[in-house]
């Protein structure tokens, strides 16, 4: 299976520790993409890449929260301090130039904190 | 106001049914407008893309209403297997992607 994988599924970490979650996306697309979303609601973005290149961040990521894409190839997630309220699935997708090209999900990973 | 805004739903519908859903967002000058499907649990995987002049996909028709800002996404013949929310994404004209929290639908036998 050659779609975008994301490792762990699951998480279930205490408040106030660090969490890292993993992203490898189709292996031809430029850009990658980090959403979170609670039950109920759509994804919320949080940022993207193109290559290695962070180009957004949305200002629902706090000083927390780090991304990165060291080679344009896979792209970590990383919260420091975790805090009961980080809580959601984060999704990764990946796509190809523009916009408005399909976008490609991950599985997510699952975060509890306790 | 919300940016995108879905009916959240449940729509429960009767199996062979014809069903509706409307998006609607508050950008005017949004500029590409897509429909995705989410199973309980599971990712969300694009559906359909979504034209100015509409388009039809089998059983699923997607049409665009710039002056009333919304569009809709019509499923003919319900499946079982329909079963999923829908969520709505704009492109808005500052190149973000704008979800929609997402209409849920449940097809019965």
């Known amino acids: 299976d050659t779609g975008v994988s994301q490792n762990p599924r699951h998480k279930i970490t205490k408040r106030g520790q660090n969490v890292t979650f993993r992203c490898d996306p189709i292996?031809?697309?430029?850009?990658l993409y980090w959403y979170r979303q609670t039950l109920g609601q759509g994804p919320e973005f949080l940022t993207y890449f193109q290559n290695e290149a962070q180009l957004e961040k949305s200002r629902l990521l706090s000083d927390r929260f780090s991304a990165e894409r060291p080679k344009g190839s896979f792209s970590t997630l990383e919260i420091q301090r975790t805090e009961q309220g980080d809580s959601a699935m984060y999704l990764c997708?990946?796509?190809?130039?523009?916009?408005?090209?399909?976008?490609?999900f991950g599985p997510g990973t699952r975060l509890t904190v306790l | 106001r919300k940016e995108v805004e879905q009916d959240p739903g449940p729509f429960n519908v009767p199996e062979g049914a014809t069903v509706a859903f409307n998006c609607t967002y508050s950008?005017?000058?949004?500029?590409?407008f897509f429909w995705y499907r989410q199973d309980c649990r599971k990712e969300p995987k694009l559906l359909m893309s979504v034209y100015s002049s509409g388009n039809e996909d089998g059983r699923f028709t997607a049409q665009l209403n710039r002056a009333s800002q919304y569009i809709s996404l019509l499923i003919r013949d319900s499946k079982l297997s329909d079963s999923a929310t829908y969520l709505c994404?704009?492109?808005?004209?500052?190149?973000?992607?704008?979800w929609g929290a997402g209409t849920k639908l449940i097809i019965k036998p």
């Open positions: 950008n005017s000058a949004s500029q590409s």
């Open positions: 997708a990946s796509s190809s130039e523009g916009w408005e090209d399909t976008q490609y």
């Open positions: 994404v704009v492109l808005d004209s500052n190149y973000q992607l704008i």
């Open positions: 292996s031809e697309h430029n850009r």
